[in-house]
C-alpha cells in the first residue's frame, strides 16, 4: 500500500495541478505544493489548515477571471498573500513576492482632445483615413474555367442573402461582416503555418491578410451599434460560421487561387450592397444617425459624422479587400507563391 500510494503521489500531484490550479496556484504553491497536496492528498502533518488553502485558492482565481479581465487590485494581491501565508507558506516569505501574473495593466493613451483612449482593440497607430478616391467599378472579368467557378458560387451566395434581408440593409451588412472576416483570417492562419513548416518568409502576406481579417471585425463592431440581430439572426450566423469556416479552410488548403478569387468577388458584391446602403439612406428609407463612437477614432472621421459617412468608408475598405484578394490570385495564376511578391500591408 505504502509502496503504491508513494508511487501514485506523483501522479496525483500531475492531476491535482490540473483539477485545482490556474495561473495563480502553479505560481503561488510552486514549490511548497508538494507539501501542500502530499498533506490534502494523505491527511499528513499539514492537515486541515492545507486543504483550506488549496481550496480557497481555486475559486477566488475563479472569481477574478469572471470579474475582471485587467484589474488585479493591490487589496486583492495582499488578501492572496495574507490567506496564503496562513495556508502554510509562511516558511517561505520570498514566494510572497510573486503571487500571480495575473492582469498586465495596459498601457494608458490619451486622444488629441485630452480624453483617455476608450478602444482596447485597437490603438491610436492603427486608425487611418479612409482612401475614398479608389475605383469602386473596378470588376475583373471572369475568363478561366476556375474564375467563372469563384463568381458565379458567390452569384449565387448572394440570393439566399437577397431573399432574406430584403432592403433591411444595415442588418446585412452587419451579418454579412461576420462572414467577411473569416478569409483574411484562415488565410492568414494557413500561410502561418506554411511559414513555420517550410522555415520561411510570407512575403508580409499572414500580416497583410490578418490585419484584413481585423478591418472587417471592425466594420462588425461598428454595424452591430446600430443594428442590433435578433436570436434567430444570432442563430444564423452560429450555422453560416461553421459551414463558411471548414468550407474556406478546405478550399484554401485545396486551391488557395480560388479562394482568394473568390473573396474578391465577395467584396465586389459588398461594394454592390454598401451603395444600395447608401441609395436607401439618402432617400430616407434608413435614418441617418449620428456615426457610432468607435467609427469616429477608427477612422479618424469629424466628430459629426453619420451612418452614411461610415458606410462611404466601409465601402472603400471593401474596394480595398477586393484588389488584395484578386491580387493574391493573380500571383497564383502566374504560378508564383505568394510571398514572392510583397504584400500590400497597411492597404486600407
Ligand atoms: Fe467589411
Ligand atoms: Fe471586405
Given at each position: 500500500m505504502m509502496r503504491s500510494s508513494k508511487a501514485a503521489a506523483p501522479l496525483f500531484m500531475q492531476l491535482g495541478f490540473r483539477l485545482f490550479s490556474t495561473t495563480t496556484v502553479r505560481t503561488v504553491i510552486n514549490e511548497p505544493a508538494n507539501g501542500i497536496l502530499t498533506g490534502f492528498l494523505?491527511?499528513?502533518?499539514?492537515?486541515v489548515p492545507v486543504r483550506t488553502s488549496v481550496a480557497w485558492v481555486r475559486f477566488p482565481v475563479l472569481g477574478v477571471r469572471n470579474e475582471s479581465t485587467l484589474a488585479f487590485k493591490e487589496e486583492e494581491q495582499e488578501k492572496n498573500v495574507e490567506s496564503v501565508s496562513a495556508g502554510g507558506?509562511?516558511?517561505?516569505?520570498?514566494?510572497?513576492?510573486?503571487?500571480?501574473?495575473w492582469g498586465v495593466p495596459p498601457s494608458k493613451m490619451m486622444k488629441e482632445d485630452g480624453t483617455e483612449w476608450r478602444w482596447n482593440c485597437f490603438r491610436p497607430w492603427e486608425t487611418y483615413k479612409a482612401d475614398?478616391?479608389?475605383?469602386?467599378?473596378?470588376h475583373h472579368a471572369p475568363v478561366t474555367f476556375l474564375d467563372k467557378l469563384a463568381y458565379w458560387t458567390v452569384k449565387v451566395l448572394r440570393y439566399p442573402t437577397d431573399v432574406f434581408f430584403q432592403r433591411r440593409y444595415g442588418c446585412r451588412a452587419m451579418m454579412l461582416e461576420t462572414v467577411a472576416a473569416v478569409p483574411g483570417m484562415v488565410g492568414g492562419m494557413l500561410l502561418h503555418l506554411k511559414s513555420l513548416r517550410r522555415f520561411e518568409h510570407s512575403g508580409g502576406w499572414i500580416k497583410a491578410l490578418m490585419e484584413e481579417a481585423e478591418n472587417e471585425r471592425m466594420h462588425l463592431m461598428t454595424f452591430m451599434e446600430v443594428s442590433q440581430p435578433n436570436w434567430y439572426e444570432r442563430a444564423l450566423v452560429l450555422t453560416v460560421q461553421g459551414v463558411f469556416f471548414h468550407a474556406y479552410f478546405l478550399g484554401y488548403l485545396i486551391s488557395p487561387k480560388f479562394a482568394h478569387r473568390v473573396v474578391g468577388y465577395l467584396e465586389e458584391e459588398a461594394i454592390h450592397s454598401y451603395t444600395e446602403f447608401l441609395k436607401e439612406l439618402d432617400k430616407g428609407n434608413i435614418d441617418n444617425v449620428p456615426a457610432p463612437a468607435i467609427a469616429i477614432d477608427y477612422w479618424q472621421?469629424?466628430?459629426?459624422?453619420t451612418l452614411r459617412d461610415v458606410v462611404m468608408v466601409v465601402r472603400a475598405d471593401e474596394a480595398h479587400h477586393r484588389d488584395v484578394n484578386h491580387f493574391a490570385s493573380d500571383i497564383h495564376y502566374q504560378?508564383?507563391?505568394?510571398?514572392?511578391s510583397p504584400a500590400p500591408i497597411g492597404y486600407h
Open positions: 494523505h491527511g499528513g502533518a499539514s492537515g507558506l509562511a516558511k517561505h516569505p520570498e514566494e510572497k513576492a510573486v503571487v500571480s501574473y475614398l478616391s479608389i475605383d469602386l467599378k473596378k472621421l469629424p466628430p459629426d459624422s504560378g508564383h507563391e505568394l510571398r514572392e
